[in-house]
């Protein structure tokens, strides 16, 4: 007989990694029985398979229970305008790391550093991001650096 697990499973396993104190991760809780049916149903998977899903869907879902909690508590994230970004990509050698170079000679820009996406640090808690939280932080921040290099130029002899 496959292995399977619940939506339960998961949820309580996801909670127990973050440190939100009132994790309601409900409204994507249907997506998730999908997938989970799915996975149940169609997929005939071995214990080390469920746990190959669960090394993935569990710290998913804890970063969107920490994402949703972040934007609950900072709403002004949710109002930032985010203009539309700069993807630089090349294969090696291409000249991307040149351009890098000129792109952080513009104050208006910033990159998104590997650590920053895999790891971001706000205040005191540790958040492990979706891309959709990864991209409401950055924006936030380009606009506090942005509005800093403005007060900066204002205040400068």
Do not use: C, W
């Amino acid at each position: 007989m496959a292995a399977t697990t619940t939506v339960d499973e998961i949820v309580e396993r996801a909670t127990e990694l973050t440190d939100v104190t009132d994790p309601a991760p409900a409204h994507f809780l249907d997506n998730l029985g999908a997938v989970i049916d799915a996975v149940n149903t169609e997929a005939a998977l071995t214990d080390e398979g469920i746990q190959g899903i669960l090394y993935q869907l569990v710290p998913a879902l804890r970063n969107r229970i920490e994402v949703d909690a972040y934007v609950a508590e900072h709403p002004e994230v949710d109002t930032t305008p985010l203009p539309a970004p700069i993807f630089l990509t090349g294969l090696p050698r291409s000249g991307t790391t040149y351009f890098q170079y000129l792109f952080d000679q513009d104050p208006r820009l910033r990159m998104l550093r590997t650590h920053g996406v895999i790891r971001k640090v706000t205040g005191t808690h540790r958040y492990h991001l979706t891309n959709r939280g990864r991209e409401l932080i950055a924006a936030l921040a380009k606009t506090q650096e942005i509005q800093q290099v403005e007060d900066n130029r204002k205040t400068a002899p």
